[in-house]
């Protein structure tokens, strides 16, 4: 079994920064590309960023030069940071990797469960 688990959103004020953790667990043998999510009320689920297994990354363009997204092979985890946020940022963020559990697997998604950013004043 496989478990992914976000952590660090919040509430913030607009040009604050924030810190978002994913970390999978569990019956894991490789992981491939890791992303993030969000989805705002009443809005369709938009790709925020992507990095690869080697280390390129792709970003919406809505936050080019805000965010930046990395990955921590070691502990399984992709971290969102997130600066200069804006109210149009709210949202639910979610993480989404793409594992495989034995070298016979294909790399399927797993999702965390979300967590809530609010940009307010």
């Known amino acids: 079994q496989v478990h992914v688990v976000e952590s660090g959103g919040g509430s913030v004020q607009p040009g604050g920064s924030l810190r978002l953790s994913c970390a999978a667990s569990g019956s894991i043998f490789s992981i491939n590309v890791m992303t993030w999510y969000r989805q705002a009320p009443g809005k369709k689920r938009e790709l925020v960023a992507v990095?690869?297994?080697?280390?390129?990354?792709n970003y919406a363009d809505s936050v080019k030069g805000r965010f930046t997204i990395s990955r921590d092979n070691a502990r399984n985890a992709v971290n969102l940071q997130m600066n200069d946020l804006k109210p149009e940022d709210s949202a639910v963020y979610s993480c989404?990797?793409?594992?495989?559990?034995?070298?016979?697997?294909?790399?399927?998604?797993?999702w965390g469960q979300g967590t809530q950013v609010t940009v307010s004043s």
């Open positions: 990095i690869n297994s080697d280390g390129p990354t």
């Open positions: 989404c990797v793409y594992i495989a559990r034995d070298y016979r697997d294909i790399y399927s998604p797993y």
